[in-house]
């Protein structure tokens, strides 16, 4: 938590673009969900077969929110490695590798599409069927940001790629360390009694400020976990502990098998 935030104390715009990838994955999302359905949705939205169409309408927004990551990471992977880029360079990196990274939203859509329809039509089965599949895809992907950005790789190459970095440095692995974002949830947890006390005197204000503690808790988390995506990554390529980091910061940051 302290290097990362010394990561942020040196280009504070890292928060900005996770605010901006946070708001636009949501008014993405939404807005194509209005504009399909006439209304907002409900849970009879997300059962077989209209989940076939609303779940990759809420899934759209995360081309904007993999793009800012992509940024943060870009940024954050310079900044660790002794190159005090700007955000901007951080966008202009990004943008660069723009065609893959529209390509690996795509396939995370369709692979969380299908995960979540193969847990609703086998019940019991399928959600466990769902949990392992989507832990497994998760710690096989963790670092295709970084392989599509900083190393250009195709999203063809960049999946195997980034499963090959997982296992060679973490081996057979399946569950992962949340500390990093367990301090950010504290805070919100903190913020509750606030926003309860707000809410005895005027209901939609304080609506209005739990909404802005969890957007700001998010923005705040995201904005972490691209730091230690970054530089875990660099780790994993390399064995090289940058940025203040150390080797028990990165090596336990994923837990074996009990």
């Known amino acids: 938590m302290s290097v990362s935030w010394a990561v942020l104390r040196e280009a504070p715009a890292m928060l900005g673009v996770a605010a901006a990838g946070l708001v636009g994955h949501a008014a993405v999302s939404l807005s ?13 939205d997300l059962t077989f077969p209209h989940s076939l169409v609303v779940l990759p309408l809420i899934g759209a927004g995360a081309y904007v929110s993999t793009f800012c990551n992509a940024v943060l990471v870009a940024t954050a992977h310079a900044r660790i490695e002794g190159r005090p880029i700007s955000v901007r360079a951080g966008v202009t990196a990004a943008a660069l590798h723009l065609p893959q990274l529209i390509a690996w939203t795509t396939l995370s859509i369709v692979v969380g599409t299908a995960l979540q329809v193969v847990a609703e039509r ?31 790789a195709s999203v063809r190459r960049g999946v195997p790629r980034s499963a090959r970095l997982f296992r060679e440095r973490w081996g057979e692995t399946v569950t992962a360390d949340i500390g990093t974002g367990l301090v950010v949830i504290l805070a919100v947890v903190a913020a509750v009694p606030v926003v309860l006390l707000v809410a005895l005197v005027a209901a939609p204000l304080a609506i209005a400020l739990g909404v802005a503690v969890l957007a700001a808790g998010l923005t705040v988390q995201n904005t972490f976990a691209a730091v230690l995506t970054a530089a ?24 074996p098998r009990a």
């Open 122 to 152: 086998l019940g019991v089965a399928g959600r466990l069927a769902n949990w392992l599949l989507g832990m497994a895809w998760s710690l096989a992907t963790v670092f295709i940001v970084p392989v599509l950005v900083i190393e250009g």
């Open 232 to 255: 875990l990554y660099g780790y994993a390529r390399d064995g090289r502990t940058l940025g203040g980091f150390t080797e028990a910061d990165l090596a336990g940051t994923f837990l």
């Open 32 to 44: 194509l969900l209005y504009l399909l359905l006439g209304r907002w949705p409900t849970f009879d």
